[in-house]
């Protein structure tokens, strides 16, 4: 059972509730289990049994799953308001998670069984419509990143990556690797000749971009 201040903390992040039926808003209620987790805690992780269904008021999830030569790659992340699409397939299917999700951050949220979820979503379109609205946007990632990793030079795409966090970033050359799907070496020895070529500057846990339009040329080159 979940608090009323809990409900109202659900109900912001996630909007769509409102339009449930009034018996399955209560049920949420009496129903749904508050949960938080540390940064780090393994949430559902490769063939592990898919029963709850997760609603995110604050943190991130970091979905991945690991190749046969130990390298993670980044899926996609789930934060409050959004939804988990594998958990959702999982659910709907009865089968097991085929990646790992992580707490990326200290976790809050509120999880509800596997009946309560479908229930919603065969009977509930703006519900149903919720569920299925991330599958588009994370399947386009997934071709992308199919796409990056096959064909994709490293340089190009931490170059690309690099853009999107700012001139000035905290981050580990191991977390820049996971986001790659590559491995710690590599982004490291980049990194060191972006550095040599005067486009950044590394600091122990910080990246501060110095060129941007030197790392636009590297992540688009003129063909």
Not at 72 to 98: F, H, K, M, W
Request: aromatic fraction near 8%.
């Amino acid at each position: 059972m979940i608090s009323e201040t809990q409900y109202k903390d659900l109900a912001r992040s996630y909007p769509v509730l409102s339009d449930l039926p009034w018996d399955l808003q209560r049920e949420l209620t009496g129903d749904g289990q508050f949960v938080e987790f540390p940064e780090g805690e393994t949430l559902f992780d490769v063939q592990s049994l898919c029963s709850l269904f997760l609603m995110v008021t604050s943190g991130t999830i970091r979905v991945i799953i690991s190749t046969s030569t130990g390298r993670e790659i980044l899926l996609y992340r789930v934060q409050a308001g959004e939804a988990c699409v594998l958990t959702v397939s999982c659910l709907l299917g009865n089968s097991d998670y085929p990646a790992r999700g992580l707490a990326e951050t200290p976790l809050q949220g509120v999880a509800i069984k596997q009946s309560l979820f479908t229930r919603p979503v065969t009977g509930c379109p703006p519900f149903r419509e919720f569920a299925f609205r991330f599958f588009g946007d994370r399947l386009t990632r997934l071709m992308t990143l199919i796409e990056e990793v096959a064909f994709g030079k490293m340089d190009q795409r931490l170059a690309s990556l690099l853009l999107t966090k700012g001139v000035s970033m905290e981050t580990t050359h191991q977390i820049l690797a996971d986001e790659l799907g590559s491995v710690r070496e590599v982004v490291s020895r980049i990194l060191k000749d972006f550095e040599g070529q005067g486009i950044l500057e590394l600091e122990r846990g910080q990246i501060r971009v110095l060129d941007q339009e030197a790392l636009r040329r590297i992540a688009r080159p003129s063909v």
